[in-house]
C-alpha cells in the first residue's frame, strides 16, 4: 500500500525551530520529486519547499527562503523540512506530495500521492 506520511508539527514559539519529516512506504521517495505544501485557513493550499528528482535540486518559495531546508534520508525513505527562524505567518497544516513526473513543482495537481498533514503552529 503506497502511503506517505507527515510527522513532526507542533506548538513552537516565534523564532523557534522544527523538523518535519516525510516518510514514505510503498513505494521509493528517491525516484520522486518532494514538496511541502501549507495550508492556512480562507488561502490555497501553497507550495514552500521542493526537492526533486533525479538531481535533488531545491526550490524555496520566497517566504521562506534562507529559513527552510529540505533534505532526504534514503536509507529511510525519508524527507524532512527543517524550518528555522519560525514566524506566525509560517502557522498552518503542512503536506508532503510525492510526483514522480512533476515539471512544475509549485502545481499541486502534478503530484500523485499526499500525506494526511501535520499542524504547525508557531505562537508565542
Known amino acids: 500500500q503506497v502511503k506517505l506520511v507527515e510527522s513532526g508539527g507542533e506548538l513552537v514559539e516565534p523564532g523557534g525551530t522544527l523538523r518535519l519529516a516525510c516518510t514514505g512506504s510503498g513505494f521509493s521517495l528517491t525516484g520522486h520529486t518532494i514538496t511541502w505544501f501549507r495550508q492556512t485557513p480562507g488561502r490555497e493550499r501553497e507550495g514552500v519547499a521542493s526537492?526533486?528528482?533525479?538531481?535533488?535540486?531545491?526550490y524555496y518559495a520566497d517566504s521562506v527562503k534562507g529559513r527552510f531546508s529540505s533534505f532526504r534520508d534514503n536509507a529511510k525513505n525519508a524527507v524532512y523540512l527543517r524550518m528555522a527562524n519560525l514566524k506566525p505567518e509560517d502557522t498552518g497544516v503542512y503536506y508532503c506530495a510525492a510526483g514522480s513526473t512533476v515539471i512544475s513543482v509549485w502545481l499541486p495537481n502534478e503530484y500523485d500521492y499526499w500525506g494526511q498533514g501535520t499542524q504547525v503552529t508557531v505562537s508565542s
Open positions: 526537492i526533486d528528482a533525479p538531481s535533488d535540486r531545491e
